[in-house]
């Protein structure tokens, strides 16, 4: 699902692939409709995933697809309580602009890519400003949320010992410092920011900090950033991101 989902990053506008195949089954008025609903029903049919996510059928309204997983006894009420305790990766996240927790009040939707300690959640969504996105996102403004029951193996493969996976992954890492441009350097934002290795306030609105994350380059902030957080795990505080400071981001041994 979530796989499925990091594909569309970036698809704008309408009508796209995803109003256009949700408008195939259910009419030509969906083509230019929000789509926020559509793309959780189109990455759970791309998945495989139908039965876990669209219990009854397509969903293109969200409010109806909210009271599809409280009929079935999923739903949680977006206090930060629950969101620490209940949410998961991969849960359909339901947002009320005016933060309130009630159902027919729904606005918008999202997938959970992550929860972070603060019970704070990095979601993906459709039809943010007409684009696929990645936001985060607060309890003040989450109604509520549902974690699919989502197939798993039944024979999970064993993984490689953990000190191979760490090895194998910090050496394909790239050595990063400031002046660096490239994708890995949001890859050290995102990271910083799930380890609480920076302040959201100093960044402005939720928007301003969406940007921040966005951003390839590694300026002067962002090295600041990384020696604190180099400071706090008592490493070299050099402001290079290298092995060991990628492994204390990445939580790896």
């Not at 790239?174 to 380890?195: E, M, Q, Y």
Request: glycine residues 10%; contains cysteine.
């Amino acid at each position: 699902m979530l796989a499925v989902a990091r594909a569309d990053l970036g698809l704008a506008g309408r009508p796209n692939r995803i109003t256009r195949d949700y408008a195939e089954r259910h009419g030509p008025a969906f083509l230019a409709a929000p789509w926020c609903n559509m793309a959780i029903t189109w990455w759970a049919r791309k998945s495989g995933n139908m039965n876990a996510v669209l219990p009854a059928g397509d969903r293109a309204y969200t409010v109806w697809h909210a009271e599809d997983g409280k009929d079935r006894g999923l739903w949680h009420s977006g206090t930060a309580t629950n969101l620490k305790r209940h949410a998961r990766p991969g849960g359909i996240v339901y947002f009320d602009w005016a933060g309130t927790n009630t159902i027919g009040a729904i606005d918008h939707v999202g997938l959970i890519e992550e929860v972070l300690d603060d019970g704070r959640v990095i979601t993906i969504e459709g039809n943010t400003g007409d684009v696929c996105k990645r936001r985060v996102r607060a309890a003040d403004v989450i109604a509520g949320f549902w974690n699919p029951p989502y197939k798993t193996s039944s024979k999970p493969s064993a993984p490689p010992a953990a000190a191979t996976v760490s090895e194998d992954l910090v050496a394909k890492l790239p050595v990063l410092s400031k002046g660096a441009d490239s994708f890995d350097v949001k890859t050290v934002r995102g990271c910083l920011f799930a380890r609480g290795g920076l302040n959201p306030a100093s960044y402005g609105d939720p928007e301003g900090l969406q940007e921040w994350l966005e951003r390839k380059d590694f300026d002067a902030a962002l090295d600041s950033d990384v020696k604190a957080f180099q400071r706090s795990k008592k490493l070299k505080v050099d402001g290079v991101v290298g092995p060991r400071t990628w492994a204390a981001l990445l939580r790896v041994k």
